[in-house]
């Protein structure tokens, strides 16, 4: 078990919280079957990401594990649309949210709220009101490097609203559905996706170095005599004391890069 102090838990309830939740976010949350969950965003109506959101459904409620950094702001912009429809919505705050493996049950744990499956992966996130344990920096580490190699990046107060959901590669995770309603920002996400003609992709790059820039700080990629600029979205570190960094760039998904360079500093790719 991990505990990860970096994600928080939301709950809705209500007669139309799942109709609610489907209209705010990319992903079709009303074909979630009770024990289901998927992956989604929360856009503005640019169709930038404020924020990349787990959905889970427990029967007739659903709760969402999204950054601890953004759900305050988050939960204030659902509230205002909330207007005549019958979903209160409920911030967890002091509730903690502990990563599985897949061979952990969840369902005897002191203060076992939730268990949501993570898509695409064996692990799964728990809510607990059992917030007494404290965090293991290095299990924190390889937990979010776990996640970044299968693209989940949380976001932050500084990446919220800056990248199309297609430039994280969050539609490769299923967290946006073309075919469902409208959303905000559904518009523009859809021409991005339909015109194919976005130059911005993803990029998890890992050195042995020890970098550590903050989000939206800017590297260059070097690959032979050409060099792309990418912008840091999130990062982690190797148990060897290395670090992956999650981006955004320009540069050609075929390209092989082979050092990065910040701050002065070049290290090499592994």
């Not at 609203?161 to 430039?167: A, E, I, V």
């Not at 859809?190 to 003609?197: D, I, Q, S």
Request: glycine letters at 10%; one cysteine or more; aromatic letters at 6%.
């Amino acid at each position: 078990m991990v505990v990860l102090p970096y994600l928080s838990a939301i709950h809705f309830s209500g007669t139309d919280a799942g109709d609610f939740l489907h209209n705010q976010l990319s992903a079709d949350v009303m074909g979630l079957k009770p024990g289901e969950s998927t992956l989604a965003c929360y856009c503005e109506p640019k169709g930038r990401v404020l924020a990349l959101m787990l959905v889970g459904r427990a029967g007739d409620e659903y709760y969402v594990i999204m950054s601890s950094s953004l759900a305050e702001s988050v939960l204030k912009r659902l509230r205002i649309y909330v207007m005549r429809a019958k979903v209160d919505i409920e911030a967890l705050g002091e509730c903690a949210i502990i990563g599985l493996g897949s061979d952990e049950d969840a369902s005897e744990l002191p203060g076992h709220i939730s268990k949501i499956a993570v898509p695409g992966s064996p692990a799964s996130l728990m809510i607990t009101s059992d917030n007494s344990q404290e965090a293991d920096p290095a299990l924190q580490d390889a937990w979010k490097l776990a996640e970044l190699k299968q693209g989940i990046s949380w976001l932050c107060s500084e990446t919220g609203g800056q990248f199309l959901p297609q430039m994280l590669g969050f539609d490769s995770l299923g967290a946006v559905n073309f075919k469902k309603g409208c959303y905000p920002g559904q518009e523009i996400v859809a021409r991005a996706h339909y015109l194919g003609k976005l130059k911005r992709h993803p990029r998890l790059l890992c050195t042995t170095a020890m970098i550590c820039p903050e989000p939206l700080d800017k590297i260059d990629i070097l690959a032979g005599e050409d060099k792309f600029e990418g912008v840091i979205t999130d990062c982690s570190h190797h148990e060897d004391g290395g670090s992956c960094l999650f981006m955004v760039t320009r540069m050609d998904p075929e390209l092989t890069p082979a050092q990065i360079e910040y701050q002065g500093q070049i290290a090499v790719l592994v």
